[in-house]
């Protein structure tokens, strides 16, 4: 039972690791939660049947790290949505050369519809 919670904390530690480092939130703590489980009740066995703890206690302060790291993540990083006013300036002025290119495509339209009546009244 020692070697399975072990073995839980450390993967748990692992994919908490991960969540910690990438953009996951407040999700991150709950693999850091499991850790700090797993490796408590590693803990408590080892010490119960005197075999060595430091495994164990590796995963308690890694399991606490993670906690700590995902919660103040949190609280410090502010996901924030800016407004690009340069796209959007880039973005009309694109428009209004659309439609400037369409009033010329449309003179050069009327030009040859005008010359081709000049040619079919001859």
């Known amino acids: 039972m020692r070697i ?8 748990a530690s692992l994919l908490g690791i991960i969540m910690a480092i990438l953009p ?4 991150g703590v709950l693999p850091g939660i499991v850790a700090l489980l797993a490796g408590f009740g590693a803990f408590y066995i ?11 206690l590796m995963f308690l302060t890694i399991g606490v790290l993670i906690i700590v790291a995902s919660g103040s993540k949190s609280l ?4 924030e949505i800016a ?3 340069e796209f959007q300036q880039k973005e009309e002025q694109s428009k209004e050369e659309a439609i400037e290119e369409l009033k010329e495509i449309e003179s050069e339209l009327e030009e040859i519809e005008g010359d081709l009546e000049e040619i079919e009244s001859e």
Do not use: R
């Not at 919670?5 to 993967?11: E, G, M, V």
């Not at 996951?24 to 999700?27: A, L």
């Not at 080892?46 to 164990?56: C, F, N, V």
């Open 4 to 11: 399975v919670l072990i073995s839980i904390a450390a993967l």
């Open 24 to 27: 996951f939130g407040t999700i």
């Open 46 to 56: 080892s010490k119960k049947k005197q075999k060595p703890q430091k495994l164990s």
């Open 76 to 79: 410090w990083v502010k996901d």
């Open 83 to 85: 407004v690009d006013t």
